[in-house]
């Protein structure tokens, strides 16, 4: 006899242990507590079906929900308008707008001064060709 | 799977029908009693044990799944109670494991005979588990639910059991039959 079979054997061999009403005053403590309840009615499609059907919805609530979403939003600003660039100012217009006593005076005298040396080199030139 | 001749009684008692309730409850207590003495309860924890397991069973019926013995589901809920209460008690005084594989003065286990080696030799929980497949005949699936670890889990406790058992058998040969270690 293996021990699997002596083990089965020996199970038997084993008294109860139970007091002999302890079976009648389970079923009286359960009897007192009242109507069994009802067991779930199980769903009358197959667990991929339901799950698909779940994401499903879930997904559509995601979208019901973005759109909704974008809709309470306020309204976006309207885009810049293109602004100009300002045009740079033209010399005579930095010449006005210096405000330093004495300027055009100063600004004269210097365009003389190069003239003058322009004259020279133009002279310094001509007198250095041969021809 | 379900018992043989309760799974008729468990849809019953799942479709909320109280007698066929207690006609499971009736032929199920005293095993589970018995269960519960001989890995290590003493009287009044078991019937305490027994009471909460019952009542929990008929306020969770409707979440029964017959496709399980009714067995298994109410050994699986006496576990779970047998565990809660443990669990209280260890805050107070740690007692490490389920004080299950301790003989008691209420031992139900004949001295010397092969259950009564068998708690010597095992830890608690092959113990319980060996209880489970070979005294109460519940699948290693069964054994696996009722203890809340893998099928695979189960199939390896049961056959370390064997061999550990079969070890000591061997080393004590003059308590065991010839027939049973040829």
Known sequence: ?131 | MADGGDDRLASKAAAGDAAAFAALIGALVPRLHRWLVATGCRHHDAEDVVQEACLRAHRAIGRYDPRWAFSTWLFTIAHRVRLDQAGRRREHAPLGDLPCAEPTDEDPLPPGGLWAQARAALSAEDYRILWLHYAEDQAPGDCARVLGISAIAARVRLHRARRRLEVVLRAHPASVPAEVLS
């Not at chain 1, 507590?33 to 609530?61: E, F, I, M, N, T």
């Not at chain 1, 909704?68 to 660039?85: D, F, I, S």
Request: no cysteine; glycine share 6%; charged share 15%.
């Open chain 1, 1 to 131: 006899m293996s021990i699997p079979d002596r083990l089965r054997r020996a199970a038997h061999d084993i008294p109860g242990t139970a007091p002999p009403d302890l079976a009648a005053r389970m079923q009286a403590l359960v009897a007192a507590q009242g109507a069994l309840p009802r067991a779930l009615r199980p769903l009358p499609w197959s667990r991929p079906v339901v799950w698909a059907a779940a994401a499903g919805l879930l997904l559509a609530a995601a979208l019901l929900w973005g759109a909704l979403a974008e809709r309470a939003a306020p309204a976006a600003a309207p885009p810049l308008a293109p602004r100009a660039l300002p045009s740079p100012p033209t010399l005579d217009e930095l010449l006005a707008t210096t405000g330093a006593p004495g300027a055009d005076q100063a600004v004269a005298g210097e365009l003389a001064a190069l003239s003058a040396d322009l004259a020279a080199v133009l002279g310094t030139v001509r007198g250095s060709i041969p021809f």
